[in-house]
């Protein structure tokens, strides 16, 4: 009987000892959603920090062994690899708890890295140090089977983080984004052109000698006055955002959201297909953990010339927000965001939901929005009433 307790207390002890808590620092938001440092407690590593668990696994680059916290000498990397942690967990809690993804249950261990600069490639997995490093962005990678004969081993879901690094736009012959930050200075641009061609078409056959010429003039004018606005706005816009650009991802917790949903949706949403629907829904998902309309706001410290996604800019539908080049800006956040408006509690499983009418090619205004309408027949408290609100939501946004 002493030896069977002496076995129970050396093993109870063991256990102690590989499963303490481990107290560590990672930069979190406040209720102001100032980004702030904060003193946690990890309970489900072991008290040396080693950073992995049936969910995830911390790792530096190419590596596959765990960061183990203790060991780090740099206060700035703890912090980092800490706060992907953290912010992964609460992600992960979201899903299970919130929206009942039963995906998301079954889902293995993701490898989360750290500082990698690699490319990817769907064959190989790391494409080759040779070719151009990658910095300032993040990425969620589907599973691959690798190819034994040269040495690659299969891989499960991963998320990249690369490491931050200011970029000189002009040195790297890199433009202002002002055409999607301009979309709506840009459609009445548009709409002018067209209103004086048509003013211009029926002068011709109203007016006549000298009245003809003012006309002329005064329309030849307007056109001028409203091009050298949008030159002037786009030189500006340049001097305002800076000439360089920089994005340390791993910093930003909407971001390690955002990642983590796309993974989340990857049951329906391919990975590595940057489009405007794809990008959305991910933005919601992030927004929605964040308990926040805004994505990436007061990031000075961790980003340059990053402009924060907003569910409430206002914006009007344009025909080029379909196109893979608008994929990251806020349009198809705002319209997800409606049905939040209508019904926070129910909004994260509804948004779920209709994941199963889309693909990664799926559009804004026939695939998004109809998705959206017969998910709320199903699932809106009030059916009809809710189908109306969110029709006339659409109708003052274009859509």
Known sequence: MIIQCSKLLVLLLIAQFSFAAFKTTVLTRN????????????????????????????????????????????????????????????????????????????????????????????????????????????????????????????????????????????????????????????????????????????????????????????????????????????????????????????????????????IALSDKLTLSHSSPVNEGMADFFAASIANSSTLADKVKDYAKRVREKDAFREQTYQSGFESNAYANIDFVLGVLWQVRELDEQKSHSYIYNIRNNLTSSSNIRGDLVKSILKECRRSCKSPLSGRIKLLNAYHEMGL
């Open 31 to 262: 209720k102001e959603m100032d980004l702030v440092k904060k003193e946690v407690v990890f309970t489900d590593i072991d008290n040396l920090g080693k950073l992995e668990d049936k969910s995830f696994k911390i790792v530096k680059a190419k590596s596959e062994k765990p960061i183990i916290l203790s060991e780090l000498n740099d206060d700035l990397e703890k912090m980092r690899a800490a706060s992907v942690y953290f912010h992964l967990k609460k992600a992960k809690k979201y899903f299970l708890d919130v929206v009942n993804s039963k995906y998301v249950s079954e889902l293995g261990q993701i490898t989360i890295r750290l500082g990698i600069t690699n490319q990817f490639n769907s064959i190989g997995h790391f494409a080759h140090d040779n070719l151009a490093p990658e910095y300032n962005n993040a990425l969620s990678i589907p599973p691959g089977e690798g190819r034994a004969r040269f040495g690659i081993d299969p891989w499960q879901h991963e998320i990249w983080f690369r490491p931050a690094k200011e970029v000189d736009l002009p040195s790297e012959g890199l433009k202002n984004d002002f055409e999607q930050t301009a979309a709506l200075f840009s459609e009445f641009r548009t709409q002018s052109r067209f209103a004086n061609f048509q003013r211009f078409v029926a002068d011709l056959f109203l007016l006549s000698g000298d009245e003809l010429v003012d006309s002329g003039l005064s329309i030849l004018g307007s056109t001028a006055i409203i091009e050298a606005s949008f030159i002037a706005m786009k030189h500006i816009y340049g001097l305002l955002q800076g000439k360089s650009y920089l994005l340390d991802t791993s910093f930003i917790p909407e971001i390690v959201y955002h990642e983590f949903a796309h």
